[in-house]
C-alpha cells in the first residue's frame, strides 16, 4: 500500500507536470527524517505525522517554484539533471543535518504489539498503515475523480494546451499538483519510518520502487497505482519469506516480467 | 572535421602532463563510456539513464576473470565489450517498446535491478566493499603496472574507440539513428523499423560501456559498487550534457572537465556529491548549452565590453 501511495504521487507529478522527477525518493527520504525530528521536538507522534507531509509539500512547493518551473520548455535531459541535482543535494544534504548511520524507530506506544486476526498474528503499526494508506489513497481518488479541480487536474494530464486556452492558470496547477504529489511521498516516508528505520539511502530505494509503481501502473492512472504497487508489494513479500536477500531484486525481475509479456503495461496507456 | 582530430591528439598528449597519469588515464575511460551513452543521447535522442548496468556489468564480469582465471588483456576487453552488449541488449529489449518518460524510468529501474543482484550477490561482487584485486596482465611484454605505459595504452584505445564511433554516426545506420531522432514517426514510415534500431544503438552504447567498464577496473585494481550504481549512470549523462551532447565530441570536454573538477574536489571535502548537485542544478537553470556554449557566450561578452 505505501508502495501505491508512493507510485501516486510521482505519477500525479509525471503525469500532469511531464517531467522525471528523480527528487521523489528524497523528498520520501525528508518526510521520514521529518517525522521522527519532530516526533523528538514536540513528542507527539500524531501531531508529528500531520506535521511532517506538510513540510514536505511546502519543500515541493519551493522546488516547483524556484526551479522546475523554469524547465517546462527545455528537454527532459535538462529537467531529469536538475532533479537528479536536487537528489544529490538532498540526501547529501541528510547526512550533513543528521549524519550517515540511519537508526531505527519505534512505533507509538498505543501502535506497539501485534493483534491476533484469527489466522495470523500481525503487527498493530502495520495494520495502521495500511488503513492510512487506503484511506490516502481514496482520499486522492475522490478528490480527482469527484472535485472540481481534481478534474482540471485530470484535463491536464491529457491536454495540457487546452486546459490553459479555457483560462486556467496552468502554472499554478502544476505547482499544486507538485505539491501534492511531494505531500505523498512525504507522508509515504513519514509513515515508513517506524518500519524500517531511516537511513539516508532510503530515498533512493524507494525512488526505483515509485518508478516501477509508473511504469507498471501508467502515468497518471490511480488505478494502476495501486494494483502495481499491491503487485510488487506482495511479490516481494512472498520472495522475501524464501529467499531474503533477493527481495529488492525481485521488484525489479517482477517488472521486467510483466514488461516481457505486456510491453505497455498493466493497463496498457500511452 | 581534420583539425577537430588534431586537437584531441594534442589534448591527449598533453593532458598527461596537466594532471597526474591517473587522472588522465580515468578521464579518457569516462570519455570512453561518454561516447557510448551520446551515440544514444546525442544521436537516437534516448535518453538512457541506466548506462552504468552495462559499465558495471562488464566490470565485474572481467574483473572475475582477470583475477580467478588470469585470463590476458586482450580476452578481458573482448569479454567486457560483449558483456556490455549482451546486456544491453537485454535492458534495451524491455525498454525500447516504451517512450518519453517511461523510457527513461525503464533504464533506471533495470539499472537498480542489477545495483542490488551486485549488493547482495556478496560472494562474487563483494557487496558494498566492492571487488578488489583485479591485476592489470602485461600485454605483448609491455608491462602495464606501469601508469604511464597504462596511460597510452588508454590514450590509444580511445582514439580507436573515438574513429569507430565517428565512422557509426556517419555511417547510413548513423544517419538512420539521427533520422529517428528527429522524427520517429516519419523514420518508421519510410520503412525503417525504429524498435529494432534502437535496440542496436543500446547495444553499441553498451559495448562502449563495457569496454569503459573494464577499463576501470584494471585502472584501479578494484569494481567498487558505485560502478553499478546509478549516481554513476547519472554522471555520464552530466558530463556529454556538459561537453554538449549534439556533436561527436562533446562527451570528450564533457569527460575532462567532469573527472578533473570531481578529482579534485573530491579529495578535499568527503561529501562532495552534495557540490555535484548543486553544479548540475545551476548548469541547468543558467547553463544550458553546456561548456561550448557558455565559452562562446563569455567570449561574446568580453568582446561587447567597452574598452577602456
Not at chain 1, 495540457?160 to 486556452?165: N, P
Not at chain 2, 593532458?15 to 569516462?30: H, K, M, Q, R, Y
Request: charged letters at 10%; a positive charge.
Amino acid at each position: 500500500m505505501l508502495y501505491a501511495l508512493m507510485g501516486l504521487g510521482l505519477s500525479l507529478i509525471t503525469g500532469i507536470l511531464n517531467i522525471p522527477n528523480f527528487a521523489h525518493g528524497a523528498l520520501f527520504a525528508v518526510g521520514a527524517y521529518l517525522l521522527v525530528t519532530t516526533v523528538n521536538a514536540i513528542g507527539n507522534f500524531w501531531l508529528a505525522l500531520v506535521l511532517a507531509p506538510i513540510g514536505v509539500a511546502l519543500l515541493g512547493l519551493a522546488i516547483e517554484y524556484a526551479g522546475i518551473r523554469r524547465l517546462y520548455a527545455a528537454g527532459h535531459d535538462y529537467q531529469l539533471l536538475f532533479t537528479f541535482g536536487l537528489a544529490l543535494i538532498i540526501s547529501e544534504g541528510i547526512i550533513i543535518i543528521w549524519g550517515p548511520v540511519g537508526f531505527s524507530y519505534l512505533p507509538p506506544p498505543a501502535l506497539r504489539g501485534g493483534v491476533d486476526l484469527g489466522f495470523t498474528f500481525y503487527p498493530k503499526y502495520r495494520l495502521f498503515v495500511m488503513g492510512v494508506a487506503g484511506l490516502l489513497v481514496l482520499a486522492t481518488w475522490l478528490f480527482l475523480e469527484k472535485t472540481r479541480y481534481g478534474a482540471i487536474m485530470r484535463a491536464g494530464i491529457e491536454n495540457k494546451e487546452m486546459v490553459s486556452l479555457l483560462g486556467i492558470d496552468i502554472h499554478r496547477l502544476f505547482t499544486v499538483a507538485f505539491a501534492l504529489g511531494a505531500y505523498l511521498a512525504g507522508i509515504a516516508g513519514a509513515l515508513t519510518a517506524p518500519i524500517r528505520g531511516i537511513n539516508p539511502n532510503m530515498g533512493v530505494d524507494m525512488l526505483g520502487v515509485a518508478f516501477v509503481v509508473v511504469a507498471l501502473g501508467g502515468l497518471g492512472n490511480l488505478l494502476g497505482a495501486i494494483a502495481a504497487g499491491l503487485l510488487i508489494g506482495v511479490a516481494q513479500a512472498i520472495v522475501a519469506a524464501y529467499w531474503t536477500e533477493a527481495s529488492t531484486a525481485a521488484i525489479f525481475a517482477v517488472m521486467a516480467a510483466v514488461l516481457l509479456v505486456r510491453p505497455q503495461g498493466l493497463f496498457g496507456i500511452r | 572535421m581534420k583539425h577537430l582530430i588534431v586537437f584531441v591528439l594534442v589534448a591527449v598528449a598533453l593532458l598527461l602532463f596537466a594532471v597526474c597519469p591517473v587522472i588522465a588515464t580515468e578521464i579518457w575511460i569516462f570519455a570512453i563510456f561518454g561516447l557510448g551513452l551520446n551515440l544514444l543521447l546525442g544521436y537516437t535522442g534516448l535518453l538512457s539513464f541506466g548506462q552504468s548496468t552495462f559499465f558495471g556489468s562488464a566490470a565485474y564480469v572481467a574483473g572475475w576473470l582477470l583475477k580467478h582465471y588470469a585470463i590476458n588483456a586482450f580476452f578481458a576487453l573482448a569479454i567486457g565489450v560483449a558483456v556490455g552488449a549482451v546486456s544491453a541488449a537485454l535492458v534495451g529489449y524491455l525498454c525500447v517498446q516504451r517512450s518519453g518518460l517511461y523510457f527513461i524510468m525503464l533504464t533506471f529501474a533495470l539499472n537498480q535491478l542489477f545495483y542490488f543482484i551486485a549488493y547482495q550477490w556478496t560472494s562474487v561482487t563483494g557487496g558494498e566493499d566492492g571487488m578488489p584485486g583485479i591485476p592489470r596482465p602485461a600485454l605483448l611484454g609491455i608491462d602495464f603496472t606501469d601508469p604511464l605505459n597504462y596511460y597510452v595504452f588508454i590514450a590509444l584505445l580511445f582514439l580507436a574507440s573515438l574513429w569507430v564511433m565517428k565512422r557509426i554516426v556517419e555511417s547510413p545506420l548513423g544517419k538512420i539513428l539521427q533520422a529517428i531522432r528527429e522524427n520517429e514517426v516519419r523514420a518508421e514510415a519510410v520503412g525503417y523499423s525504429v524498435p529494432r534500431f534502437k535496440l542496436l544503438a543500446f547495444v553499441i552504447g553498451g559495448a562502449f560501456s563495457g569496454l569503459a567498464g573494464v577499463l576501470y577496473a584494471m585502472l584501479f585494481g578494484i569494481v567498487p559498487l558505485e560502478a553499478i550504481g546509478f549516481v554513476f549512470s547519472g554522471n555520464v549523462v552530466f558530463a556529454t550534457l556538459i561537453g554538449g551532447s549534439g556533436s561527436l565530441y562533446g562527451p570528450i570536454i564533457g569527460s575532462i572537465v567532469f573527472i578533473w573538477l570531481s578529482e579534485s574536489v573530491s579529495v578535499i571535502w568527503a561529501r562532495w556529491p552534495l557540490l555535484l548537485g548543486v553544479a548540475f542544478v545551476i548548469v541547468v537553470l543558467f547553463f544550458r548549452g553546456g561548456v561550448v556554449e557558455a565559452w562562446s557566450r563569455f567570449w561574446s561578452w568580453q568582446s561587447s565590453r567597452p574598452r577602456t
